[in-house]
């Protein structure tokens, strides 16, 4: 069919797939031109696979080769494991065979026979740690060798003797003269070695050093008779210390009493009642308290509170049914009935013309209450009325005062030192003495067997007197003189037994001193 001009020429038919078909010249070149390239493809891969053959041959050529090359490594490894195992004892070779492993393949049989070992065999080992111990021996000696060297030179300041003051309150009791103001450390140490020794009654065998040495040498023998012994006997093996020292208390820290209420203010007051286990804290916070006294919690059993009436000081009556508080300010005092609750005010004492009530003492029979007024009075007041019986006055100030264990007479002490002793039911001065070296008296106190007298002073002196010599003499000699306090001895009492007497200072912190009747 021929197509005329501007009759376009007709495409090809697509055959399946979206491809042409050769009917063309055109279209057999094309698929010529395909196979020639299909063909130099088909070329290159067969290169290309015979090239990866090659390398492929290589690789595991180079893989053969690092196995063999390890496996001597390994085998030169164990050789040498070998040889140093022949050096090592039998014992340690056969435990690293074992635990390790090799040709030898030793049983556990083999190892504890090793382990074992021959009688009287010389192990090298045992060679080595000798040398290593005589190694240290040597070491040892080079360095004590090295500290025994003088030094390269010396600090003058080092070897200056430095001085202490002796003035120091804690220190003044070691001055043997007013000329040692100041002291070397070395003999201070040396007073503080010879006070001890005499406090302790010579040295201790715990310092002792030369007794040290020997209780070491002797404590292993010693400790198994003990222990032979105290398992062939029964009985009680808790016994008193026969080798406590004399003047020695045996003394803990309980809970405090006033666990429960610790006190907003300054405490004047702590006492125990006379016959229950039961103890008073008063003072300036306004506040009476009793607290039961058991060691575990001590409860609080009560509380008063007195409005605008800080304590000076309170004390139990001696039947322990009544409290009686007299205040800092106050010319009245308070009773307070513990049976009914009832707190009575005293307003006022016939009779006593007294700014402030404040110091007061009570009989041991419980019939009367002393008061200390101003001026060197005494008002005399009898406990079931409250009412004034007679009046009493020393020469100058009155600052304590104390009633004899019968109640019968009544000892004043004044501050200028002077100590008076009254009649209670004729209200007469009966004898006066002089405190030995008081310049200013303080606090007074009788034995409850009124066998001693004990007198303090503002310088802390402590004088203790016997009752038939300030009876009869003007100036009487103290049996003992106490210096333990450094401040102004501001009480003293004694213990129902009379055999420790306590002396103490509320100017200092825990200025409390014991003295035993023995060492007087």
């Known amino acids: 069919m021929r197509r005329g001009p501007g009759t376009p020429r007709p495409r090809p038919a697509a055959a399946a797939g979206g491809r042409r078909e050769n009917n063309g010249k055109r279209p057999a070149k094309m698929g010529k031109n395909k196979g020639k390239r299909m063909g130099k493809t088909a070329k290159t891969t067969k290169t290309v696979a015979r090239r990866s053959g090659i390398?492929?041959?290589?690789?595991?050529?180079?893989?053969?080769?690092?196995?063999?090359?390890?496996?001597?490594?390994?085998?030169?490894?164990?050789?040498?494991?070998?040889k140093e195992l022949s050096f090592t004892s039998g014992a340690e070779r056969a435990l690293e065979e074992l635990v390790f492993?090799?040709?030898?393949?030793?049983?556990?049989?083999?190892?504890?026979?090793?382990?074992?070992?021959?009688?009287?065999?010389?192990?090298?080992?045992?060679?080595?740690?000798?040398?290593?111990?005589?190694?240290?021996?040597?070491?040892?000696?080079?360095?004590?060798?090295?500290?025994?060297?003088k030094p390269a030179w010396v600090d003058e300041d080092d070897e200056a003797e430095e001085n202490v003051d002796m003035t120091h309150r804690y220190r003044k009791d070691f001055m043997k003269s007013d000329a040692e103001k100041t002291l070397t450390k070395k003999k201070l140490k040396r007073r503080?070695?010879?006070?001890?020794?005499?406090?302790?009654?010579?040295?201790?065998?715990?310092?002792?050093?030369?007794?040290?040495?020997?209780?070491?040498?002797?404590?292993?023998?010693?400790?198994?008779?003990?222990?032979?012994?105290?398992?062939?006997?029964?009985?009680?093996?808790?016994?008193?210390?026969?080798?406590?020292p004399r003047g020695i208390l045996k003394m803990g820290i309980c809970l405090p009493a006033n666990q429960e209420r610790f006190a907003n203010g300054r405490l004047a007051t702590v006492q125990f009642h006379p016959s229950a286990q039961v103890v008073m804290t008063a003072g300036h916070d306004r506040s009476v308290s009793l607290f039961q006294v058991d060691g575990i919690k001590n409860p609080k059993i009560q509380s008063i509170y007195l409005e605008s009436f800080p304590i000076y000081k309170a004390c139990f009556s001696v039947d322990g049914?009544?409290?009686?508080?007299?205040?800092?300010?106050?010319?009245?005092?308070?009773?307070?009935d513990m049976m009914s609750g009832n707190i009575i005010p005293i307003q006022k004492v016939r009779g006593v013309e007294e700014r402030f009530l404040r110091s007061f003492e009570l009989s041991p029979?419980?019939?009367?209450?002393?008061?200390?007024?101003?001026?060197?009075?005494?008002?005399?007041?009898?406990?079931?009325?409250?009412?004034?019986?007679?009046?009493?006055?020393?020469?100058?100030?009155?600052?304590?005062?104390?009633?004899?264990?019968?109640?019968?007479?009544?000892?004043?002490?004044?501050?200028?030192?002077?100590?008076?002793?009254?009649?209670?039911?004729?209200?007469?001065?009966?004898?006066k003495?002089?405190?030995?070296?008081?310049?200013?008296?303080?606090?007074?106190?009788?034995?409850?067997?009124?066998?001693?007298?004990?007198?303090?002073?503002?310088?802390?002196?402590?004088?203790?007197?016997?009752?038939?010599?300030?009876?009869?003499?003007?100036?009487?000699?103290?049996?003992?003189?106490?210096?333990?306090?450094?401040?102004?001895?501001?009480?003293?009492?004694?213990?129902?037994?009379?055999?420790?007497?306590?002396?103490?200072?509320?100017?200092?912190?825990?200025?409390?001193?014991?003295?035993?009747?023995?060492?007087?």
């Open 101 to 149: 492993g090799d040709s030898l393949h030793v049983e556990e049989d083999d190892l504890l026979r090793c382990l074992a070992g021959p009688q009287g065999h010389n192990d090298p080992e045992r060679e080595t740690l000798q040398k290593d111990s005589s190694d240290s021996e040597v070491e040892n000696e080079a360095k004590g060798n090295l500290l025994t060297k």
């Open 365 to 431: 029979d419980g019939s009367f209450m002393l008061v200390t007024g101003t001026s060197g009075y005494l008002h005399l007041l009898s406990m079931k009325t409250k009412e004034l019986i007679s009046t009493m006055k020393v020469n100058g100030r009155c600052t304590a005062s104390a009633f004899t264990p019968d109640s019968s007479k009544v000892y004043s002490y004044s501050k200028e030192g002077e100590v008076f002793i009254w009649d209670v039911r004729s209200r007469k001065c009966l004898h």
């Open 321 to 336: 049914e009544y409290v009686i508080a007299t205040g800092t300010h106050h010319r009245m005092f308070f009773v307070y």
């Open 55 to 82: 390398r492929v041959a290589d690789a595991a050529a180079a893989a053969e080769r690092a196995a063999a090359r390890q496996e001597a490594e390994e085998a030169a490894r164990r050789a040498h494991h070998l």
């Open 433 to 520: 003495f002089e405190d030995e070296g008081s310049l200013e008296g303080k606090c007074i106190a009788l034995s409850k067997n009124n066998q001693y007298v004990a007198c303090g002073s503002a310088s802390g002196v402590v004088n203790l007197y016997t009752t038939d010599a300030c009876l009869k003499e003007r100036r009487p000699k103290p049996v003992k003189a106490i210096m333990n306090l450094v401040t102004s001895a501001t009480c003293v009492t004694f213990n129902p037994t009379t055999e420790i007497l306590a002396v103490a200072s509320r100017e200092a912190d825990e200025a409390v001193k014991l003295i035993l009747e023995s060492d007087c």
């Open 192 to 244: 503080l070695e010879e006070q001890f020794q005499r406090a302790m009654g010579g040295v201790p065998a715990w310092a002792n050093l030369e007794n040290r040495k020997k209780s070491k040498k002797t404590a292993s023998d010693s400790e198994s008779d003990e222990d032979d012994d105290l398992l062939r006997r029964t009985g009680n093996f808790v016994t008193n210390s026969e080798s406590l």
